[in-house]
């Protein structure tokens, strides 16, 4: 299997040994093409996770207020909560993705 690390240093080798391997040029374009959808998507999963984290700590803030605020606490909790969700369900497609980009990835990598 090759190192998908070697592969983005060293294009041109790769290019060269996947040649002389046989393998077309077209798979060395998709293998190409599929780490960097999944480096784009592995960006992505780390900025949601970062700010659904600094929601949740928010979350954690507004909770531990006094009761006796005014209800402007509970709508921007309830805010934050929805939003959080919602970053959830993002979260959860952008693994999904990420996963099925990973296991086309290491495919190609065993060819």
Do not use: C, Y
Request: proline fraction near 1%; charged fraction near 30%.
């Amino acid at each position: 299997m090759l190192s998908i690390q070697w592969i983005r240093n060293n294009p041109n080798e790769f290019h060269h040994a996947m040649s002389i391997r046989g393998i077309s040029e077209n798979v060395q374009n998709e293998i190409i093409k599929l780490d960097n959808e999944q480096r784009h998507i592995i960006k992505e999963v780390e900025e949601i996770r970062a700010e659904r984290n600094v929601i949740s700590k928010k979350i954690g803030e507004l909770s531990k207020k006094n009761a006796n605020e005014s209800n402007g606490s509970n709508d921007n909790k309830d805010t934050l909560i929805s939003r959080s969700s919602e970053l959830g369900s993002t979260l959860e497609q952008a693994e999904t993705s990420l996963n099925n980009l990973s296991d086309q990835l290491n495919e190609l990598l065993l060819t």
